[in-house]
């Protein structure tokens, strides 16, 4: 069984303050992870993933994530928070081989100006 | 690219009613997926269709049936909604999963569905 725990269900940083979102995972075998940004009443967007390679991956609007596989984490950080980065964030785990993506329960993120 | 579009956007039933949700992807992907997303649950997956021909169990299957008419379409069929199945409903399409994309899966804008 795979499963994902984010352990903040809210996240509150000031405008222009780094900002990070935790994620911690559980996978038998090589995960593949992912972090989504869902804004309301809208559907899912990617954001970015990690397959194989280098730790840290870098993805869209200046977010990245660091993979620890000692730590089973792969948390979501941005170095400067801007307002329009309020929104939900879910982060996903999948074995690999596994069509079935496990969603966390997400993590509001609000900057506040 | 319209990526992945459904329909309707909202839905109001009464409970024992019943409706299909459609969804369809440009984007030539293999693989299709319906989740739903509850307030504190994240998403999860109700059925998926590895590719054209094929479908499989999700997480929470029970209440609902599907079919992949062919690779563009995916549609979910509620026979006798529940005020359970109240809900918003994505379905989502995936490059394959054993290629150096890893298979991400990209999301339709949702069906809001109100079962009364």
């Known amino acids: 069984a795979q499963s994902v725990a984010q352990p903040e269900d809210q996240v509150n940083v000031a405008e222009g303050n780094p900002l990070t979102v935790k994620c911690t995972y559980s996978v038998s075998g090589n995960p593949y992870l992912f972090w989504y940004v869902q804004y309301p009443n809208r559907g899912l967007q990617f954001l970015l993933k990690y397959i194989t390679g280098d730790n840290l991956v870098k993805g869209s609007y200046g977010f990245e994530a660091e993979f620890n596989k000692s730590q089973t984490s792969f948390h979501l950080k941005k170095p400067s928070a801007l307002v329009s980065d309020s929104a939900l964030y879910f982060c996903a785990v999948r074995k690999a081989g596994s069509y079935q993506l496990t969603f966390g329960k997400g993590t509001k993120l609000s900057v506040i100006p | 690219n319209a990526g992945v579009t459904q329909t309707p956007k909202f839905q109001v039933l009464k409970t024992g009613q019943s409706m299909t949700l459609q969804c369809a992807q440009d984007m030539n992907h293999n693989s299709m997926y319906w989740y739903r997303q509850d307030p504190g649950m994240g998403l999860r997956l109700i059925y998926y269709s590895a590719s054209e021909g094929t479908t499989d169990k999700g997480e929470v299957p029970n209440g609902y049936n599907v079919s992949r008419l062919n690779k563009r379409e995916f549609s979910l069929r509620l026979e006798s909604a529940a005020p359970s199945q109240t809900s918003v409903y994505f379905c989502?399409?995936?490059?394959?999963?054993?290629?150096?994309?890893?298979?991400?899966?990209?999301f339709g804008p949702g069906t809001r569905l109100t079962v009364l």
């Open positions: 989502a399409s995936s490059e394959p999963t054993g290629a150096s994309g890893g298979g991400t899966q990209y």
